[in-house]
């Protein structure tokens, strides 16, 4: 699979150096960068609160408590 897969099926704009925002479970709205995919999942890497990006990705579910920034 690969992101082009998973904007055609899930319908979002997931792209390599995509922004989003992730909800944590403690309602916590957390920045990330769209590295790329494995099987159906984003792999993105979180931002730190000194404002730099996790050194590894993690992956994610493209609709589950995610939000797409747009791009320029």
């Given at each position: 699979?690969?992101?082009?897969?998973?904007?055609?099926?899930?319908?979002?704009?997931?792209?390599?150096?995509?922004?989003?925002?992730?909800?944590?479970?403690?309602?916590?709205?957390?920045?990330?960068?769209?590295?790329?995919?494995?099987?159906?999942?984003?792999?993105?890497?979180?931002?730190?609160?000194?404002?730099?990006?996790?050194?590894?990705?993690?992956?994610?579910?493209p609709t589950?408590?995610?939000?797409?920034?747009?791009?320029?």
């Amino acid at each position: 699979m690969s992101l082009a897969y998973i904007r055609h099926y899930y319908k979002v704009p997931a792209k390599r150096g995509g922004l989003i925002i992730y909800t944590a479970s403690d309602g916590e709205d957390i920045p990330g960068k769209i590295t790329g995919a494995k099987g159906t999942y984003l792999r993105a890497k979180l931002q730190r609160y000194d404002g730099t990006y996790n050194r590894k990705s993690s992956l994610f579910h493209p609709t589950w408590n995610l939000a797409y920034l747009p791009t320029a």
